[in-house]
Structures are given as C-alpha cells and as structure tokens.
T-cell receptor, first 117, second 114 residues
Framework: GAVVSQHPSWVICKSGTSVKIECRSL??????MFWYRQFPKQSLMLMAT?????????EQGVEKDKFLINHASLTLSTLTVTSAHPEDSSFYIC?????????????FGPGTRLTVL | AQSVTQLGSHVSVSEGALVLLRCNYS??????LFWYVQYPNQGLQLLLK??????LVKGINGFEAEFKKSETSFHLTKPSAHMSDAAEYFC????????????FGKGTHLIIQP
C-alpha cells in the first residue's frame, strides 16, 4: 500500500518551453503533497507544500510563477516548470501524505529527471 | 527551525560487518525522525521512523535506529551488511508530527566491499 507514481520519469526539453510533471497517489487519498528538488549528489530541498483544493505554499527562494503547482484532487498534484532554463535541470521528487497510509509519513514517488537544453 | 546533520558523506564497510550511519538533529519541539534509502535514479523508500513511541525503532531490511534525546541523535544500524544495502541514506526530521515538509540531511553514501 501507499504507492506514489510520477510521470514522466524523465523529460528533455528545450530552453523556454514548459514542462508538466504529474504526481499520483495510487492507493490512498493524499490530503497533502510535497514537491522536492534534488541536485546531483545532494540532498532533497523542499520546494512547496500543497493541500487538496488550496493554493500551494512555497518555500523561501522558490519562484511561484515559475514552478506552478496544482493539487486539484486527492490523488493528483502537478508541477509545471514554466519557461524552463538549463539551471532548472534537476531531479524532481514528490511525496504524498493522507488517509489510507500513515498520516505522519510521507510516501515518495520515483522522481522525474528534467534536462533542459 | 529544525536541522539534520549526517556525519560522513561516504561510509565503507565490508560485507557482513556492522553498518552505522550517524544522524544528529536539531529541533525546538519533540521531533519525528525518519530514515530513507535511495537507490540510483529512484525515489526514496522509508526504512523506519520515530514518532515519540519506543526509542528503539526497527525497520525494514534488518535496519534499526535508536532515538537518544540527550545526544540529539538517531543513528541507523544494521548488524550485518549485505551487498544490496549499497545506496544513499537520508535522515530527515519533522517538527510538526510529520505533517510538514521534511528537512533532510545531506545523505550518506554506503559502500559495501566484498
């Protein structure tokens, strides 16, 4: 139980284009989803927290207009990287928390590797 | 604000030897503590968690960790290392009962030598 999927697993795009990443909780209802960013050989940094039906809360230093987060349902959150640039290349990982799993535990997706050319 | 320090970016042990990965935390409130494992190009898998119950926590794959408040530590151990344990290990802390975004340590790369 408590499985989280992400799609796509990897994406390559041209500079200036937008990319959407999906995060789904497959067997539980995620009241809260988190988005993290991981640079090569480094730790995860929290980007934003989203609660179903509410606007996301962004961490300091994260551009909300660049990283658009939508959490429209209890099983789906999306992260859209707008006007992507090479410095946005990274590994993006989502996690979900809610009913059906342990409410004090985040379950992580497999991650999406974004490469911006 | 909470923080996590993992001592040793790389730890190398022989197969069959004791694994000890160190984690110290800072939190202004009783923390929830987590250990996750990450295999190359994959997401994170929960190994174990401390949520203010028993101080010795047993997790998956033979790992366990002990919460020591006096030392503000939550070190991860395994009695006998296996080649499949080679991975990146992250310690994380939450000061809102796990309901907030986690603060992660920098990670420890565990190397298992045959």
């Amino acid at each position: 139980g408590a499985v989280v999927s992400q799609h796509p697993s990897w994406v390559i795009c041209k500079s200036g284009t937008s990319v959407k990443i999906e995060c789904r909780s497959l067997d539980f209802q995620a009241t809260t989803m988190f988005w993290y960013r991981q640079f090569p050989k480094q730790s995860l940094m929290l980007m934003a927290t989203s609660n179903e039906g509410s606007k996301a809360t962004y961490e300091q230093g994260v551009e909300k207009d660049k990283f658009l987060i939508n959490h429209a349902s209890l099983t789906l959150s999306t992260l859209t990287v707008t006007s992507a640039h090479p410095e946005d290349s990274s590994f993006y990982i989502c996690s979900a928390q809610g009913w059906g799993g342990s409410t004090d535990t985040q379950y992580f997706g497999p991650g999406t590797r974004l490469t911006v050319l | 604000a909470q923080s996590v320090t993992q001592l040793g970016s790389h730890v190398s042990v022989s197969e069959g030897a004791l694994v000890l990965l160190r984690c110290n935390y800072s939190s202004s409130v009783p923390p929830y503590l987590f250990w996750y494992v990450q295999y190359p190009n994959q997401g994170l898998q929960l190994l174990l968690k401390y949520t203010s119950a028993a101080t010795l926590v047993k997790g998956i794959n033979g790992f366990e960790a002990e919460f020591k408040k006096s030392e503000t530590s939550f070190h991860l151990t395994k009695p006998s290392a296996h080649m499949s344990d080679a991975a990146e290990y992250f310690c994380a802390v939450s000061d809102q009962g796990g309901a907030d975004g986690l603060t992660f340590g920098k990670g420890t790369h565990l190397i298992i030598q045959p």
